[in-house]
């Protein structure tokens, strides 16, 4: 019995695992003229180690499995290395490639095994495959630039020496939050964002010290794993096309290098590293867009570059004749709940939580996570029960889009474990509808303003509904009162595509107008509808350039736009000043009054934590025709000041006359803002009543005398 080698400690540091100390006395393999021995089965990917490269594989269906290394950009190997039968235990490949650099290297796999594709067994020995534990992959570095054969990916091994230092990240309380989703190339792409590097993680990171005098704490980047943006690459009346949001998943280990303002061979992700880490120490969190529900692998007629040729049948769900289901829209399906999948995602989690030190997810489509090997939705379902209750993710917010596009819609029944949010659809919905005035949404409101208690009743869905009344996927906030239609001619498919039911009013001119009524209510209702969320129990989101009145020209689904469209033009912030102050005063009214985010007891006084109001006080019940919405705050910490804030929103198109719940005497009640008026300017209430003006918003909060 061989006794067993002394380890190196890990050097972290130089990014390189423990090797054994007594690696020369153990006998090489040499395959074409490299000395190799087995490697690390528990590795996954390609890993840097001291005097070598340690690669780690695996596929369940594969009866061979070979190594190809490639001079950097080259498109045909110099060495082809397959693994021997002794490199193999179980379903994986593990082999340790001496005297290899890996800064002169590139590499991808062959896979062989059975071809029967009515099993959904595709393996096919002439395809080069990317790994998909890849930590980075070439040939993506230039936005809007094709590989010379579009779907061959190579990978490079990342030396990981990024120092931390003791940084911490924020762990902010979830019910603190106010989250900003925004594209890191639209954020900045445009010249008037004033930046050294636009369109980068770099010039993202110049903008930080404008979203901390915004006053947000988190922002929700969308995509960022590598993705190709050729991908469906077309001309539209001279103007070119991308897949420019990034849905659509080639590598989920590897950051979007054409997001770096420069190369970065074999330090790739140090650019987005440095990002985070700065928004940490300006107290930002950061979360990830992630789309674990397909990849850009397609369906039957796309690409083959990487699940398909490792275990096609494994890695996606296929119908008994070995098609794709599409329950994602996007072609195939990623089959989440098979163990190997499974783990994959949990993997991939954890490396961006300690590798990248991101602060949550938000997961695209995330009903999928919850389906079966059938399609069929589960009851517990596996890997979302791992990933609420996995350790290293244990402080990490998970939040999900909670429907898909195979009809699941899970809003307010998502399976949860008291760890996962959600985008709360109806929020968005139901707001639209009341702020526009439609009959009936009265009652709605009152619920979405107070917590959505009618969709998240449990005691354990607390803190599960992020408030949203805009995101990528739709109108902007301006567009929103712009346009009663969608105009998306541009994007090339006679206007058919993206959604129809948007809720929106063009307050009674389609588009852009000059005429100073119209433009005046326009900015009053962008207020109202920023009121609200801010006012509105729950976590509150809202899109990037929303706070300075951003358009995309009436265009609800601008994914393949990498142009003004749906870059942010910053000449508007100068031009919409007050929209900008308006928004920055309503976040900072948030933070001062805790009790607009959460409760802080039963109640205080007379007053309930949260009770509704009509135009007369304690209005328990809501008609079809009532515009108004009146909902109350209230409630006291142990030895705090008590806390009562009273929202007044009046969506009818004629002013009103309301009276406001009395207080305790040695109370009065303060107007803290009117979206009437585009700059606030508090004021002492004398008595209980007040006029409210059409179609606006007035927020209240009690003080002592």
Request: aromatic share 14%; with cysteine; glycine share 8%.
């Amino acid at each position: 019995m061989k006794k067993q080698a002394n380890l190196h400690p890990l050097e972290a540091s130089a990014g390189v695992v423990a090797l054994p100390r007594t690696i020369h006395l153990i006998p090489m393999d040499h395959i074409n003229g490299f000395d190799v021995r087995p490697g690390f089965y528990e590795i996954n990917g390609a890993t840097a180690i001291p005097g070598g490269v340690n690669f780690t594989v695996y596929s369940h269906g594969a009866t061979a499995v070979e190594l190809l290394l490639f001079q950097r950009e080259a498109q045909e190997p110099f060495a082809v290395l397959p693994f021997p039968q002794g490199y193999r235990i179980g379903n994986v490949y593990s082999m340790i490639v001496f005297k290899l650099d890996i800064e002169e290297f590139e590499y991808a796999y062959r896979v062989d095994g059975p071809h029967e594709p009515e099993k959904g067994l595709i393996f096919d020995k002439t395809k080069y495959l990317l790994d998909p534990y890849a930590r980075a992959v070439t040939g993506q570095s230039r936005w809007g630039v094709a590989q010379g054969l579009p779907q061959h990916y190579k990978a490079r091994v990342v030396k990981d020496d990024f120092d931390w230092g003791n940084m911490a990240r924020p762990l902010i309380p979830m019910e603190d939050l106010v989250i900003y989703e925004l594209h890191v190339r639209g954020f900045t792409r445009h010249e008037s964002s004033g930046v050294a590097h636009p369109g980068t993680f770099d010039g993202l990171r110049e903008k930080i010290p404008y979203l901390k005098e915004l006053g947000v704490n988190a922002v929700e980047l969308m995509p960022i794993f590598e993705f190709d943006e050729m991908q469906d690459h077309r001309v539209v009346d001279g103007q070119e096309l991308y897949n420019y949001w990034g849905y659509s998943t080639v590598s989920f280990f590897a950051p979007n290098t054409s997001y770096a303002a420069k190369v970065e061979y074999n330090r790739e992700g140090n650019e987005l590293k440095k990002l985070i880490r700065a928004f940490n120490e300006n107290g930002i969190e950061v979360y990830l867009d992630v789309v674990f529900n397909h990849t850009a692998e397609g369906n039957e007629d796309g690409p083959f570059f990487s699940f398909k040729g490792f275990d096609n049948n494994i890695y996606y769900l296929l119908t008994p004749e070995g098609k794709y289901y599409n329950f994602s829209g996007c072609g195939n399906t990623l089959n989440c709940n098979h163990p190997m999948v499974h783990q994959m995602i949990l993997d991939c989690l954890r490396y961006w939580v300690t590798t990248y030190r991101v602060s949550g997810f938000r997961f695209d489509l995330a009903s999928i996570l919850g389906r079966n090997e059938d399609g069929t939705p589960m009851d517990k379902p596996p890997l979302l029960q791992a990933i609420a209750y996995d350790p290293i993710l244990s402080d990490v917010k998970l939040i999900a889009e909670a429907w898909d596009a195979g009809g699941l819609y899970q809003v307010g029944t998502f399976p949860a474990w008291n760890r996962w949010a959600e985008w709360n659809g109806k929020y968005r919905d139901d707001i639209r509808r009341y702020l526009k005035g439609d009959t009936g949404m009265a009652p709605a409101a009152a619920q979405r303003i107070s917590g959505s208690k009618d969709i998240y009743a449990a005691e354990s869905r607390k803190n599960a509904s992020v408030n949203f009344i805009t995101c990528h996927d739709g109108f902007t906030l301006w567009d929103l009162f712009t346009y009663s239609q969608k105009h998306n001619e541009k994007n090339g498919w006679d206007n058919t595509d993206g959604a129809n039911d948007n809720n929106s009013w063009n307050c009674g001119t389609e588009g852009e107008t000059g005429d100073a009524g119209i433009n005046a209510l326009r900015r009053r209702m962008v207020r109202n509808a920023f009121a609200l969320l801010m006012c509105s129990r729950g976590i509150p989101m809202f899109l990037a350039g929303d706070e300075f009145g951003n358009t995309q020209f009436g265009n609800n689904n601008a994914y393949c736009q990498d142009n003004l469209t749906s870059w942010l033009d910053w000449r508007r912030l100068e031009a919409n000043r007050d929209i900008f102050c308006f928004f920055q005063y309503m976040i900072a009214l948030r933070k001062r009054y805790k009790i607009l985010r959460t409760n802080l007891s039963e109640g205080y006084y007379s007053f309930p934590d949260v009770s509704f109001h009509g135009v007369k006080p304690w209005h328990g019940q809501f008609q079809d025709y009532e515009h108004y919405v009146g909902v109350l705050f209230a409630g006291q910490e142990a030895g705090g000041e008590p806390q009562v804030v009273y929202v007044a929103s009046n969506a009818w198109w004629e002013p009103l006359e309301v009276e406001l719940p009395d207080l305790p005497s040695r109370m009065c009640w303060e107007l803290a803002a009117d979206t009437w008026e585009a700059e606030q300017r508090p004021q002492i209430l004398n008595g209980l009543h007040f006029s409210i003006g059409p179609r606006s918003v007035k927020v209240f909060a009690a003080r002592l005398r």
